[in-house]
């Protein structure tokens, strides 16, 4: 299996996180996403991020069972859905997840939504299954400036990342500020745009100077930016070529042209407008 290395970031209790990992949103349970995470531990992977609502945690189980790669090896992620949202109904959400994925610890488990009335009593479960010691890191996901401002006020732990929709038309650059300065990690979901990377001509153009791809210079882009990226793909040639992006770096100026790309412009839900 090849022993590829990633580059590893710390959170703010010390854990370290590969800061590249293998999104599973939309990869269906069972054999495609058993499939996907076997390819992507054989490209070097070793971080999977899924979550509840994503109704494919047994598969990811299995992939993870079937490696036979060392469970401290592998950084896993999961979240708790809005309906399971509540002190005592968290902590039997969390539990069910690690029956399907079929751990005995996970690595990070996230808030998924900040569900007004809800995610303090949420987050007070995640700080009783951390000191627990039943997950290594928690933390939050879609959260803005003001729902990380009222966490704060009440919490005991410092979440240590932020999930957030993140890439070239979603900078946020103020939200991602605060986290900076509270040390909350900020990680990128739609870190390819969901795709549509494709119609920028932007990124097909520095592809060509760096004889890299465009999802590569996207990527890179991420990763220069020091957030945690977790790419979603079920091909095994993109899950390789998604990886391929530590051997080479993008120059100031091109990191500078990406920025500029910069529209506040979300492809996903609203955190401060969502109906689920
Ligand atoms: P993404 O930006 O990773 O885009 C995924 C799509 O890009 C794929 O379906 C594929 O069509 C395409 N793609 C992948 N590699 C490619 C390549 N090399 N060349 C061309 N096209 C390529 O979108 P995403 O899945 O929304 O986000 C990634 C992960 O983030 C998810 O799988 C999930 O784990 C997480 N996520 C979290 C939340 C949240 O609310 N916390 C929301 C959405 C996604």
């Known amino acids: 299996m090849t022993k590829q290395i990633f580059p590893e970031v710390t959170l703010n209790n010390n854990v370290s996180v590969p800061q590249l990992g293998l999104g599973v949103w939309q990869s269906r349970e069972g054999g495609e996403v058993e499939r996907a995470i076997a390819c992507a531990f054989e490209a070097g992977y070793r971080s999977i991020d899924t979550a509840a609502i994503y109704e494919n945690e047994r598969g990811v189980g299995a992939a993870i069972k079937n490696s036979g790669i060392s469970r401290d090896e592998i950084f896993v992620t999961s979240k708790v ?3 399971d949202q509540g002190f005592d109904i968290t902590i039997s959400a969390f539990g069910n997840s690690l029956k399907l994925l079929g751990l005995e610890y996970l690595d990070l ?3 998924h939504w900040p ?3 809800k995610y303090k009593e949420t987050w007070k479960a995640l700080e009783l299954l951390y000191r ?4 290594r890191a928690i933390g939050v996901s879609n959260f803005l400036t003001h729902h990380l401002e009222k966490l704060l006020q009440e919490a005991e732990v410092v979440p240590a990342v932020n999930q957030i929709e993140f890439h070239p038309y979603l900078i946020q650059q103020d939200l991602f500020d605060y986290c900076v300065e509270k040390n909350i990690r900020v990680e990128a979901w739609g870190p390819l745009m969901q795709g549509k990377f494709t119609k920028i001509r932007l990124f097909a153009e520095i592809a060509e100077k760096y004889n890299k791809t465009a999802a590569q210079v996207l990527l ?3 990763i220069q930016r020091g957030v945690i990226t977790i790419p979603k793909s079920v091909n095994e040639s993109r899950i390789k070529e998604n990886v391929a992006i530590f051997d080479f770096s993008l120059s100031e100026e091109k990191m500078d042209q990406i920025n500029k790309l910069d529209k506040n412009y979300r492809f996903g839900p609203d955190p401060d407008n969502f109906d689920f």
């Open 81 to 83: 859905w809005n309906s």
């Open 109 to 111: 488990y996230l808030v």
């Open 115 to 117: 569900v007004a009335g």
């Open 132 to 135: 627990k010691g039943m997950v």
């Open 220 to 222: 890179r882009w991420h």
